[in-house]
T-cell receptor
Framework: KQEVTQIPAALSVPEGENLVLNCSFT??????LQWFRQDPGKGLTSLLL?????REQTSGRLNASLDKSSGRSTLYIAASQPGDSATYLC??????????????FGAGTRLFVKA | DGGITQSPKYLFRKEGQNVTLSCEQN?????MYWYRQDPGQGLRLIYY???????QKGDIAEGYSVSREKKESFPLTVTSAQKNPTAFYLC????????????FGPGTRLTVL
């Protein structure tokens, strides 16, 4: 059974730091991996989606990498800003679904960027 | 302006009452999902639908029901059989093409009084 783990659960950094959020998954047979951002009391906003055949995706100050063989993905945030403070969730869509397009989510990393 | 809408934003339920959460999308997506989010936990799948008039139970379907009569709409009913319904409910949709990227609505916070 696919499980997704995100470490650390919470992270506090000063403004301007580059930082890395980690996501690990137990089964390398994945279709894609998606990173989301969630602000308190809000829905999820899609940040980056990496297909299983890709190694990384970039959007602005964000870069996500994927290493299927080791079951890991990282989200790199460059030059962090207070506006980056949010919870970041990783989600994996398994390659073989038992009956639909089911996605497995990690519990998230809560990021706080201090001004 | 494409997207997913959920209503209401806040909902209060008395014990023994059924309540229905609305989810509408204009992204022309075939697949729609309902998730439940509890503090400190990841999202858990309640129900999903890949096509109109078809839906499947997720991991925590007990005490919930859904319908999919239109492509744009996927309402969730929280029944009195759901013993601990206080949570944040999120609706999502996805295309069934190559990307299968999920998009989420703003959520409904349900509180049992």
């Amino acid at each position: 059974k696919q499980e997704v783990t995100q470490i650390p659960a919470a992270l506090s950094v000063p403004e301007g730091e580059n930082l890395v959020l980690n996501c690990s998954f137990t089964d390398s047979a994945i279709y894609n991996l998606q990173w989301f951002r969630q602000d308190p009391g809000k829905g999820l906003t899609s940040l980056l989606l990496i297909q299983s055949s890709q190694r990384e995706q970039t959007s602005g100050r964000l870069n996500a990498s994927l290493d299927k063989s080791s079951g890991r993905s990282t989200l790199y945030i460059a030059a962090s800003q207070p506006g980056d403070s949010a919870t970041y969730l990783c989600a994996v869509r398994p390659l073989f679904n038992t009956g639909g397009f089911k996605t497995i989510f990690g519990a998230g990393t809560r990021l706080f960027v201090k001004a | 302006d494409g997207g997913i809408t959920q209503s209401p934003k806040y909902l209060f339920r008395k014990e023994g009452q059924n309540v229905t959460l609305s989810c509408e999308q204009n992204l022309n997506h075939d697949a729609m999902y309902w998730y439940r989010q509890d503090p400190g936990q990841g999202l858990r799948l309640i129900y999903y639908s890949q096509i109109v008039n078809d839906f499947q139970k997720g991991d925590i379907a007990e005490g919930y029901s859904v319908s999919r009569e239109k492509k744009e709409s996927f309402p969730l009913t929280v029944t009195s059989a759901q013993k601990n319904p206080t949570a944040f409910y999120l609706c999502a949709s996805a295309g069934t093409g190559l990307l299968n990227e999920q998009f989420f609505g703003p959520g409904t916070r349900l509180t049992v009084l």
